[in-house]
Structure formats: structure tokens, C-alpha cells
């Protein structure tokens, strides 16, 4: 699958660096937030107060543009990675045997060309893209949490492997039954 990605690169990469900094965005704004609560509000500092709202609001715009750029150009590399694939299944198919297609139904085929290839792309694109959104926001989240109150981090670390074990659990389970 990544050998499709190659072509591609500079829009994987645009996708990545975009969802690097939103992911960074999102974990400023709780630090920005309590530090203007406690520390500029109540010492008066109203000037600077307003300016790092600002610098906030500068950013949320910068986040809004980004997701842009993350839905708009991530799933452009997703469509081009898909008609990567659909071109070689399509040549492949050409160059089967007759008997293949006599024992298989098209209406079979068709949907695994349609369906199923569309759902790997959708994994393509979305999955790294969420994998390091999600793996930044946790890891920050865990750093904030660490400098502000490391004996709630401490049980929160504790907490995350066993819903990690849960969830997956439950996904497999989940998973059968659908199928």
C-alpha cells in the first residue's frame, strides 16, 4: 500500500505537517487558558491578557485553514492513491483467464473493486492523519497534565492501557458480529 504513497509524497507530507500543528493547537489552548486564568487575569495584565487572545484567535483561523488544507488536499492524495490501485486492479483483471471470471461472480468483483478499494483509501489517507493527531494530543495531553498535577497524570497513565485493552477487545468482538 505505502509503495502508492511515493507518487504522492508532498501531499502525504502537507497532510502529516498540517495535522502536526493542529494537533499542537489544540494543546496550547488549555495551557494558554490556565495560564491567562491564573496568572494575567488576576495580576491585572489586561494588556497582555487581550494579546494572547488574540494570538489565540490568530491561530484557531490558522487551525480552520489547516483543517482545510487536511480535507481538501488529504483526500486529493487520497483520490490520486486510489486511482493508483484501481488502474493496476484493472490491468491485473484484464490479465486474467477466462476461467477466473467463470468462477467468480462479477457483481462480486465489482464490489470488491469499488467498495473494498475505496475503504483502503479511506484508511490510507485518514489513518495516518488520526494516528498522529491522536498520538500527539495523548502524549501532550499527558506532558500538560504532568507539569500541572503528576498524581492525576500518574492515574490517568494507569486508566489508558486498560481502555486501550477494552476498547480493542470490544472492537474485535464487534467486528465478528458484524461480519
Known sequence: ????????????????????????????????????????????????????????????????????????????????????IRRDLFTHVQELDVSFFDHNRTGQLMSRLTTDLFEITELAHHGPEDLMISLLTIVGALAVMFTIEWRLALVVCVILPILLIVVITRRRKMSRVSR
Open 1 to 84: 500500500l505505502f509503495t502508492y504513497f511515493k507518487p504522492h509524497r508532498g501531499l502525504f507530507i502537507l497532510d502529516l505537517v498540517c495535522a502536526t500543528v493542529v494537533a499542537l493547537i489544540d494543546l496550547a489552548f488549555p495551557l494558554v487558558t490556565r495560564k491567562s486564568m491564573y496568572d494575567l487575569l488576576p495580576n491585572q495584565q489586561y494588556r497582555t491578557f487581550f494579546i494572547v487572545m488574540g494570538v489565540m484567535m490568530v491561530a484557531f483561523i490558522v487551525r480552520a485553514l489547516l483543517y482545510y488544507v487536511i480535507s481538501y488536499w488529504g483526500h486529493t492524495f487520497g483520490i490520486l492513491v486510489e486511482a493508483d
